[in-house]
């Protein structure tokens, strides 16, 4: 009996509840412009012989938008980067950003968190040579909104791989991580 009781009070607290929203819409602006100065990278895996793990400094830049017309949703963007000192040599990158932006305010709007999963996919080049190749990679940013439309980013992974075409090495395979600062407008 006391079953069939909790379970019809279950069952009316159920059906009562109002609906719930699976995602918060962020209070920010849809266009913004970012960058990670304090980054780097490891240059992990390649086909030139040598030491396999070496450090560099890998500054990069975004500026994208937003299709929801806030700070959330499916967003594309340009991103270049750099990377140097590089093992072999210095090399840029531009590329076309994607991804998905998840965004959870907290304080009345006040603050606001986000979570980024992106992918990137375009040219590198080296600068010593004008050498050209393709590369992509995949990671994940978490952004704060500490003040108005100003937040701080944190980048804890970005896998990346590319191929050049005359250079050693000629594929390669890195991970990238930084911190830095935005702006949304």
């Known amino acids: 009996?006391?079953?069939?009781?909790?379970?019809?009070?279950?069952?009316?607290g159920l059906f009562a509840a109002a609906p719930a929203h699976a995602l918060d819409e962020s209070t920010r602006r849809p266009f913004?412009?970012?960058?990670?100065?304090?980054s780097f990278g490891i240059w992990g895996w390649s086909t030139?012989?040598?030491?396999?793990v070496v450090g560099y400094w890998h500054p990069d830049f975004d500026f994208g938008y937003h299709f929801s017309g806030r700070h959330d949703g499916v967003e594309i963007g340009i991103h270049q980067g750099f990377y140097t000192p590089h093992r072999f040599y210095d090399v840029g990158e531009t590329a076309?950003?994607?991804?998905?932006?998840?965004?959870?305010?907290?304080?009345?709007g006040r603050f606001e968190l986000t979570i980024a999963p992106f992918a990137t996919f375009g040219l590198?080049?080296?600068?010593?040579n004008l050498q050209a190749g393709?590369?992509?990679s995949v990671g994940i940013e978490a952004k704060l909104f500490f003040f108005h439309e100003l937040y701080l980013l944190v980048r804890p992974v970005e896998l990346s791989m590319?191929?050049?075409?005359n250079v050693q090495p000629n594929v390669y395979f890195n991970m990238n991580a930084g911190i830095g600062a935005g702006v949304s407008f």
Do not use: C, H, S
């Open 1 to 12: 009996m006391r079953k069939g009781i909790l379970l019809g009070a279950m069952l009316a």
């Open 162 to 165: 590319g191929e050049f075409v």
């Open 48 to 52: 030139a012989p040598g030491p396999g």
């Open 96 to 108: 076309i950003r994607g991804g998905y932006d998840v965004a959870f305010p907290f304080r009345n």
């Open 124 to 128: 590198d080049y080296i600068f010593t």
């Open 32 to 38: 913004y412009v970012q960058g990670t100065i304090g």
């Open 134 to 136: 393709v590369r992509w």
